[in-house]
C-alpha cells in the first residue's frame, strides 16, 4: 500500500509498505481522512526527535474498519470510526488523575504508532483499551470528523480559561487552531475577541470565516496601547498564544488585565526558554497555563458538536489532496494561504 513514511535519515516520502494486519486487541482501517497538522508541517520542514522511524506519520485520523483481531469488543468491520491519538498507558499518575493527555508513558498515533497518511492503519491494542477509540454517526462527513483532535486539543485549553460572558479575549494567531479558539471563546459567551496576526492574507482568511471578531496588525503599533483602546484601559482577560512565537507569549503578559488568564497554547521550537517576566505574572496575579494534547472524552466532545452543528468547522477546509499528491499538500501550506488542508487516500 502507499503510505507517506519518516525515514531514519530525517526525511518523509511516499513509499509501498506492507498493508498492516489485525493483530490481537487490534483492527486496521481502511483510512477515509487524515488532516495535516501543524507539528505534520514541522516535521516535513525540520524534522523530529520525537518520532520513531520509520514511520507512517499523520494522527489527525479517521476510516471504516476492515479487519478486527482477537479479543477486539464493541467494534465491527464496516463501522467508521475516529482515533484520538494520544494514548495513556492507564496506570500511572496523570492516568489515574484522568488526564492520560499528561501520561508518564504516552504514546501517539504517528509517532510511536504508524499514523494515517496511508491507505490502511492498524488501530493499535492500547488505544481500544484506553478508549481512544470513537464511533462516526451518519451526521458527520470524513473531512470534519478529521478536524475533531485538533479541536479537542482547543477544548482542553479552554477548560483552563473558563471563558464567560463580559470576558474580553486576545488570541495570538489566525491559522485554523487560532480560529477554534474564537470560536469556542464565542460559543462560550466572550463580549469580545481579539486577533493578532501579522500576515494579511492569514488575517483575511480568518476574517471572511469568523465575525464578531476584531483583527490588529501588530506591526507599527503598540499593541498594549491598541489593546487598551479595545478594553477601557484595563487589558484583556484571557491571552492564548495560538502560534510558535516567543513574542507572543511576551506581548500575551503585557496584555492581560490584573489576574488575567494566559494560555500558552503553540510550542516553540528549541529550548523556548526566556519569554515570560515572572515579575508581570507576580504583580499582576496572572495565571498562566500550558496545555498539551487533548484526552479521548475531549475528542468525543468534538465529535459530537461538530455532528450536532453547534460548532461549523466544514468552511476552514481549504483543501482537499489525494495521497500520492500528499507532498505537493505540504508545498502548498509552506507556499499558500492553506487554513486546512485534508488528506484523503481513497
Not at 507569549?249 to 515572572?278: N, P, T, Y
Not at 465529535?303 to 505540504?330: H, M, Q
Request: hydrophobic share 40%; net charge neutral.
Amino acid at each position: 500500500m502507499l503510505a507517506y513514511v519518516y525515514d531514519h535519515d530525517g526525511k518523509l516520502a511516499l513509499k509501498d509498505v506492507p498493508r498492516p494486519r489485525a493483530r490481537e486487541g487490534s483492527a486496521v482501517i481502511k483510512v477515509h481522512a487524515c488532516s495535516i497538522c501543524g507539528t505534520d508541517f514541522r516535521t516535513y520542514v525540520h524534522g523530529s526527535k520525537k518520532i520513531a522511524p520509520p514511520r507512517v506519520i499523520g494522527h489527525e485520523v479517521n476510516g471504516t474498519i476492515v479487519e478486527t483481531g482477537k479479543g477486539v469488543a464493541g467494534f465491527s468491520v464496516g463501522e467508521r470510526v475516529a482515533v484520538a491519538p494520544a494514548i495513556g498507558c492507564g496506570s500511572c499518575y496523570p492516568c489515574r488523575r484522568g488526564h492520560p493527555n499528561m501520561c508518564d508513558n504516552l504514546e501517539t498515533i504517528g509517532f510511536q504508532f504508524d499514523g494515517g497518511f496511508a491507505e490502511y492503519m492498524e488501530i493499535p491494542a492500547k488505544a481500544f483499551k484506553a478508549g481512544n477509540v470513537n464511533k462516526l454517526g451518519t451526521a458527520i462527513e470524513d473531512e470534519e470528523a478529521a478536524l475533531a483532535e485538533p479541536i479537542a486539543c482547543v477544548i482542553n485549553a479552554h477548560g483552563f480559561l473558563n471563558v464567560k460572558k463580559g470576558d474580553c479575549v486576545a488570541i495570538f494567531g489566525s491559522g485554523f487552531i487560532g480560529c477554534m479558539h474564537a470560536e469556542l471563546a464565542l460559543k462560550n459567551g466572550a463580549d469580545r475577541v481579539i486577533m493578532i496576526e501579522p500576515a494579511k492574507n492569514r488575517a483575511d482568511a480568518a476574517m471572511k470565516l469568523l465575525s464578531g471578531v476584531v483583527m490588529l496588525d501588530p506591526a507599527g503599533i503598540d499593541i498594549l496601547d491598541e489593546i487598551k483602546r479595545h478594553t477601557d484601559n484595563r487589558g484583556v482577560d484571557i491571552a492564548i498564544t495560538a502560534c510558535s512565537a516567543g513574542k507572543a507569549q511576551e506581548d500575551a503578559l503585557r496584555i492581560a488585565a490584573k489576574r488575567g488568564k494566559i494560555s500558552l497554547f503553540g510550542g516553540i521550537a528549541g529550548d523556548a526558554k526566556g519569554f515570560l517576566d515572572s515579575n508581570e505574572i507576580h504583580y499582576k496575579e496572572l495565571s498562566v497555563f500550558g496545555v498539551h494534547a487533548s484526552t479521548p472524552l475531549q475528542n468525543r466532545t468534538a465529535l459530537e458538536w461538530i455532528s450536532n452543528g453547534s460548532l461549523k468547522v466544514k468552511k476552514y477546509i481549504t483543501a482537499v489532496y489525494p495521497l500520492d499528491r500528499i507532498t505537493e499538500a505540504f508545498e502548498a501550506i509552506k507556499s499558500e494561504n492553506i487554513m486546512k488542508a485534508i488528506i484523503k487516500p481513497a
